[in-house]
């Protein structure tokens, strides 16, 4: 028996399916009426194996007749010695499948890495056109239906085979790097991925990461040059920077001789030649050991390197400019150098000196230096030059001039190295050399200028944590 959606699906074979017949008189009538498709031109080899599937007993396969349809044909033996047959159309599935087969083989066709496919017994299934170039394959199917070992060296094949096929049926994913040989072509550098599939085989990618190696080989090579020019470089900016700094301490001992000879603050003016002789002997024993070193660090009171800056900076200034100098009662500790120290005021001080001198006759001229303990105002800042950070307690040296303040096109050039607004009279590395005591330490530089207002640098000077430790502690 049946019922009428079975004789249906069988509409070639529904005169026959009737009660009383044998299956395999069936099913031979529908072979005679072109009802099965996959029969065609072999019609007893496909009869033989489908009654043997029958004869089996518990059976599940699939059919497809000849108006396009699939079954999913479920065969169970009954108790009695008969036998029950499910028939289920499949065919949106199967279409669905076929779809996203057409799909997927469309994607791999476009891939531009090498993809290949091998089942769980290691035969390659499919590859796409990049992986049989990758390979020098002639074409797609040359390796189908082989080993994936005929693709490799032996000891690429054997390293894949107890290492990296191992650790993806593990970890379900391996990448590394392989070299292969082509007959023409030589020998060829591979980035592999490999992909356990859920039937057991494995998805390979592969990339020619040749170009990649020349790459990076170039810029290798480009970086130990760069490395081997760099110091050359350094000592060549860094003996300007020294040079820099002499000028101005030349400029100091020439201007303090001037006034000695005149008879004016003899006594003033020797200790201020012998402060600028200290400093600059500092600086040449710098020189003399070829490199950007800083001086010894001690820990100091930062407040007597800044007032001898200023005591140096004040015989630049002459009658014209008035300068201030404010610093706190308590000494303010920190790990440095004093010429460090010196550079930053001496530099930013003649910065400001310079800006004065270029203000219109009869306004105000006059500079600030000022030290305090940053509050939470100052640490608020964006600095132009490193960074501030919230853990870290500072000093600031703020210098203010009463100058005509800096356009924004220049103010954001200020610290780029040679950079100057002073023509033939200026080098640009009074604040570059700035920029590096702050980075050497791990300070940090704010700006404020206003147009027509005047400008102020804060150098943030980080202190010793022992400075903000509370009285009594250990």
């Not at 169970?76 to 949106?92: A, M, N």
């Not at 040359?142 to 005929?150: E, I, K, L, N, S």
């Not at 002073?422 to 200028?449: E, F, M, P, R």
Request: charge should be negative.
């Amino acid at each position: 028996m049946c019922n009428l959606r079975y004789r249906a699906v069988h509409s070639r074979s529904a005169p026959v399916i009737e009660p009383g017949r044998h299956f395999e008189d069936i099913l031979r009538y529908g072979l005679e009426h072109g009802e099965y498709a996959e029969a065609v031109g072999r019609e007893e080899e496909w009869a033989a194996e489908r009654l043997r599937q029958r004869r089996s007993g518990n059976h599940i396969c699939e059919q497809l007749l000849a108006d396009g349809r699939w079954l999913q044909i479920t065969e169970q033996k009954t108790p009695d010695g008969g036998q029950v047959s499910l028939c289920v159309d499949i065919t949106r599935l199967k279409q669905a499948l076929a779809r996203s087969d057409r799909e997927w083989r469309a994607t791999m066709a476009a891939a531009r890495d090498g993809m290949g496919i091998a089942d769980a017994m290691g035969k390659v299934r499919h590859v796409n056109r990049a992986f049989a170039e990758i390979f020098g394959l002639g074409s797609e199917t040359d390796c189908v239906g082989q080993h994936w070992r005929m693709l490799y060296p032996p000891e690429v094949a054997a390293f894949l085979e107890t290492t990296a096929i191992p650790e993806t049926r593990r970890q379900g994913h391996w990448e590394g790097e392989v070299t292969i040989w082509r007959a023409q072509g030589g020998r060829v550098p591979l980035e592999l991925s490999l992909t356990l599939r859920d039937d057991g085989g494995l998805l390979c990618a592969a990339r020619d990461i040749t170009s990649r190696k020349r790459v990076m080989m170039e810029q290798a090579l480009l970086r130990d040059q760069l490395q081997a020019v760099q110091p050359r470089e350094i000592v060549s900016r860094f003996s300007s920077e020294i040079g820099h700094d002499l000028n101005n301490l030349l400029a100091v001992i020439e201007a303090s001789a001037d006034m000695m000879r005149d008879g004016i603050a003899v006594e003033k003016n020797a200790e201020r030649i012998l402060a600028a002789c200290r400093s600059g002997k500092d600086l040449v024993s710098r020189l003399r050991d070829q490199g950007p070193k800083t001086s010894e660090r001690i820990l100091m009171d930062i407040r007597p390197p800044v007032y001898n800056a200023c005591e140096l900076l004040r015989v630049s200034l002459g009658d014209e400019i008035s300068l201030d100098l404010d610093q706190p009662e308590d000494p303010v500790m920190i790990d440095a150098a004093p010429t460090d120290v010196v550079q930053v005021v001496l530099n930013l001080g003649i910065n400001a000196r310079d800006a004065v001198w270029a203000t219109p006759p009869g306004r105000e001229r006059h500079i600030e230096v000022k030290v305090a303990l940053a509050g939470e105002e100052e640490l608020a800042v964006q600095p132009r030059i490193g960074e501030i950070r919230k853990d870290c307690p500072y000093c600031v040296i703020e210098v203010h001039d009463t100058g005509t303040g800096m356009p924004k096109a220049i103010a954001k050039n200020i610290f780029v190295p040679s950079f100057t607004t002073k023509g033939a009279n200026g080098s640009g590395l009074g604040l570059t050399i700035v920029a590096g005591v702050a980075q050497n330490y791990g300070g940090a530089i704010a700006l404020d200028s206003v147009l027509g207002g005047g400008t102020t640098f804060k150098f943030f000077w980080p202190l010793l944590q022992a400075e903000f430790e509370p009285v009594g502690a250990a």
